[in-house]
């Protein structure tokens, strides 16, 4: 008899099937999302898609896990912004407009994105993009230079700057080429 209940004291079995029916959904939940918060960061939208569009929890369970998972700080859509943006910047040398699209997929809401795009550097946008110019026009060095300029401002664009900074940088960097 269980002192707490009364009732008969609860066994585990040597079912798995049988103890996750019987464990409690938000323990379940929470296993899941641990597990994949091991492996990174996650906006809270992107944990609230997985674990009920693709692991099958309730809503309602998944909307009380991440209220924890944020008290305690382990989800911080803010943080995970930032750093989202940073990486971004940084490695694929993309605009704040490709980023802010990027978060938006990711869930994020658009205050914090608003926030994030804020805190970001915006005269860094111009100097991300020359960067990225120099660098393609390198690998251009015998291509014509309508050519190269074609080529440099479509890849500036599908990295989402706006063509007035994608012009500039790849005048910039053509100029720059040349001397």
Do not use: H, N
């Not at 991440?66 to 382990?74: I, K, Q, S, Y």
């Not at 802010?100 to 997929?105: D, I, K, N, P, W």
């Amino acid at each position: 008899m269980s002192a707490v209940t009364g009732g008969p004291v609860p066994q585990r079995s040597d079912d798995p099937d049988r103890d996750e029916a019987d464990a409690d959904p938000v323990e379940i939940a929470r296993e899941i999302a641990l597990r994949r918060l091991e492996q990174r960061d996650y906006s809270r939208g992107e944990l609230s898609e997985y674990l009920v569009r693709r692991r099958g929890c309730d809503q309602g369970v998944a909307d009380e896990l991440l209220d924890r998972l944020e008290a305690v700080g382990l989800v911080d859509d803010r943080r995970f912004a930032l750093a989202w943006a940073q990486s971004r910047r940084r490695s694929r040398k993309l605009s704040l407009s490709a980023i802010a699209r990027e978060l938006q997929a990711k869930r994020v809401s658009a205050e914090i994105i608003a926030e994030t795009l804020s805190a970001s550097d915006q005269d860094g946008e111009a100097e991300t993009a020359l960067a990225l110019a120099r660098s393609k026009a390198r690998a251009m060095r015998g291509l014509d230079r309508p050519i190269a300029y074609r080529r440099l401002a479509a890849a500036l664009a599908r990295r989402g700057y706006a063509p007035s900074v994608s012009f500039d940088a790849v005048d910039r960097a053509l100029a720059e080429l040349d001397d």
